[in-house]
């Protein structure tokens, strides 16, 4: 029933603006704009909380709670076996609020200027689906509109692990697209040779035509996934003090140019979900507790708005085909 409540939502206030974002009064329309189509709403987190355990399309109902936990359990021991217990008590925290620190300066750099170097920086700190989606979002702004963000504080170590997940299969490059949303089970494309199936953490890749054939068993393919390899991904929560100042360019008739104006400045102090993505590796690195020889962690998702934003395009594409 959510679905339905989330699909008149988007249809009637749009995909970016929903009525429960508390965004402070805009004071023209050109910050309006800026302000809901920004990189992650950094004022307040999304409304839906993926990819912990309720999803959309299903109430939150004990069960679904108690499944998501056993999941987010096996994956957790997969990070254990893959990276140690005491990395994945301690190491990872110190790790995340680094990686989340050496973020924000490197986002701002390239919200300013969009140069090979500030890109190369952005990319090596994040994914290739997280940084899609902050270029994307770039792509929206208008060209006089500027936003600076500067780090004033982050705690210096994060919360424990609050979700674990892992992905099994080959490595694939393509961006997953949601197309379907079932409950505890959801399907992405990934390109136009895999599907990957993701039921609560645990996720498979799987070659399409394999899916497509009705005389494979889908737990068969599952298993022949998980001996191709894994990509590991843990959620942890960071408070940190942001300020976020907003303006936009002008015409100085006696510069000669055009000068940045202030509009508004605003701190915000609040706990950011990071979701940090390991390298794809084989189990034998896994196996032999030898994962940081496949290479380092990046930054997947900030508040799950990655994941908010593959719903909602899925929602989009429903509502224009009818």
Known sequence: MRNYQLFSQIRKHG???????????????????????FLWPVRSPPFCNYPKPVLLSKPNTWSFVFMDKITSSLASTVVKSAYGVSYFESDIRSGATHAFTAFIPILNAWLNSQTDDTTHDLQRLTTRTFFSHLQQSLYNFKPDVRINLSLRR???????????????????SAIPTLLRDRYAVRTYALGKEYI????????FVIARDLVMDRNNKMWNLC????????????VLDISAKITV?????????????????LSREEDVERTFSVTLESPHMNFELVN???????????????????EAQTFENMMMKSMKQG
């Open 15 to 37: 995909t970016t603006s929903f009525p429960n974002f508390p965004w402070p009064q805009a004071r023209n329309s050109l910050e309006s704009e800026r302000i809901t189509q």
């Open 154 to 172: 982050v705690d210096t170590s994060a919360s424990p692990v609050d979700h674990a997940a892992v992905i099994f299969g080959p490595s694939i």
């Open 196 to 203: 990957q199936f993701r039921w609560f953490a645990n996720s």
């Open 223 to 234: 298993a022949d996934a998980m001996e191709e390899g894994v990509i590991m991904r843990v």
């Open 245 to 261: 100042s907003e303006g936009y360019m002008v015409w100085d008739e006696s510069a000669g140019k055009k000068v940045f104006v």
């Open 288 to 306: 032999r507790g030898a994962a940081l020889e496949a290479g380092v962690w990046k930054i997947a998702d900030i508040d799950d708005v990655v």
